[in-house]
């Protein structure tokens, strides 16, 4: 029998199975807590409130529960950091598209069926591209920090975002 026996309820789990649903249930968990690295601590409550939604996100991959965590955890860093550019907001931005690509690779299949090694490989590479921008999305928020609002910023933002997807999608994207 291929993976671990747990329990009845979760039978028979494959292999590399563990490690993702760990990585979709702490790291939000991991993101949050990278607040109080920045001198704001969560309440107790909320914490909870995000593993347990972390938790229901390795357990069901494919559910609402993930959107609904990593929303929350972009709002605290929103609200509870009031200018939001401390360092610890790296560490963060590495820990939710992590998240989100162990959330995508787990999907594919049930707790049972063992991870494909070119599978997972596939989204390993597609998450680093993601996590190359965050640094430099970082290093670029601290250079306009203090600049005074341009007309248009947020609409030549969203161009660069959509070409630099655009691009992506078509150097990567293989044969369909």
């Known amino acids: 029998m291929s993976g671990w026996q747990v329990s009845r309820w979760l039978g028979a789990v494959g292999a590399g199975q563990w490690t993702l649903r760990a990585l979709v249930a702490l790291m939000p968990l991991a993101a949050v807590l990278c607040t109080l690295g920045a001198g704001e601590g969560p309440a107790a409550w909320f914490v909870v409130l995000v ?4 938790v229901g996100w390795a357990c ?3 559910s609402a529960a993930g959107a609904t965590v990593l ?27 992590t998240a ?5 690779v ?7 069926m063992p991870v494909d090694p070119g599978l997972a490989l596939l989204w390993l590479r597609r998450g680093l591209l993601v996590l190359v921008a965050a640094p430099a999305t970082y290093a670029l928020a601290l250079v306009v ?7 248009g910023v947020w609409l030549a933002g969203a161009a660069a ?16």
């Not at 929350?72 to 598209?97: E, T």
């Open 60 to 62: 069901f991959p494919e």
């Open 100 to 104: 989100h690509v162990a959330a995508t």
């Open 106 to 112: 787990a999907s594919y299949g049930p707790v049972s």
């Open 161 to 176: 975002v959509a070409a630099a997807g655009t691009a992506a999608s078509v150097l990567l994207g293989g044969p369909d």
């Open 51 to 54: 593993l347990v939604l972390g």
């Open 145 to 151: 920090r203090d600049a005074p609002p341009v007309a």
């Open 71 to 97: 929303v929350l955890v972009l709002a605290w860093w929103g609200i509870g950091l009031r200018d939001g550019l401390d360092l610890w907001a790296l560490p963060a931005s590495l820990a939710l598209p």
